[in-house]
């Protein structure tokens, strides 16, 4: 297994490793010791799975390991289901609504997400967006569409239901929509 092959994970299982322990330093630290288990074990990779699979399996041991030492009982697969009232506390979908179901004004046309994404500024700015979610979606979001883990992934991950989980990618969506029309789409203007 070459070691190019194995850094060009590093950035993903750096995102995993931060929603999981908040806090970069020991992140950093938790996908070095993976990747290190990696190189000193090529074997163990028998291909069953993708490589990026195998790699988070390997994190999920080690930040478990990290929490372990830190005398707490949470695991990465203790996580609470995700009740849906709770992370909506503050968020009125239906004020994006009108009553026949059509969007109340429609969301604002973004012009060049393409070329947004391109800019360290506005990774910055979704940063502070994908921070200010509910951890719970956070950590969902951040699972399907940063990690690259199926729904089903997802939901074993999380333990929430497959319903439940179209629910919450749809409320991290509208949140991080409106806060990335609002911070950077309609303010770059």
Not at 32 to 47: E, H, M, R, V, Y
Not at 65 to 90: K, L, M, N, Y
Not at 163 to 184: G, P, Q, S
Request: with cysteine; net charge negative; aromatic share 10%.
């Amino acid at each position: 297994m070459r070691e190019q092959t194995l850094a060009a994970q590093r950035p993903i299982l750096f995102r995993y490793a931060l929603l999981q322990l908040r806090d970069s330093t020991l992140a950093d630290d938790a996908v070095q010791d993976t990747l290190l288990a990696a190189l000193q074990s090529p074997s163990n990779f028998k291909g069953n799975s993708g490589l990026r699979t195998w790699l988070i399996g390997i994190l999920k041991h080690k930040i478990a390991d990290h929490w372990r030492r830190q005398g707490r009982e949470t695991t990465i697969s203790a996580f609470e289901p995700v009740d849906s009232h709770d992370d909506d506390a503050d968020l009125d979908i239906d004020a994006f609504f009108i009553g026949d179901g059509h969007w109340n004004g429609g969301p604002k046309v973004w012009s060049d997400p393409e070329a947004a994404l391109k800019q360290q500024e506005f990774w910055a700015v979704y940063e502070l967006c994908h921070n200010n979610l509910p951890p719970k979606l956070a950590k969902i979001f951040m699972l399907r569409e940063l990690v690259g883990l199926a729904a089903e992934e997802v939901c074993q991950e999380t333990g929430i239901s497959e319903a439940n989980y179209w629910v919450c990618m749809h409320r991290a969506r509208l949140r991080l929509r409106e806060c990335l029309e609002l911070r950077w789409f309609n303010h770059a203007k």
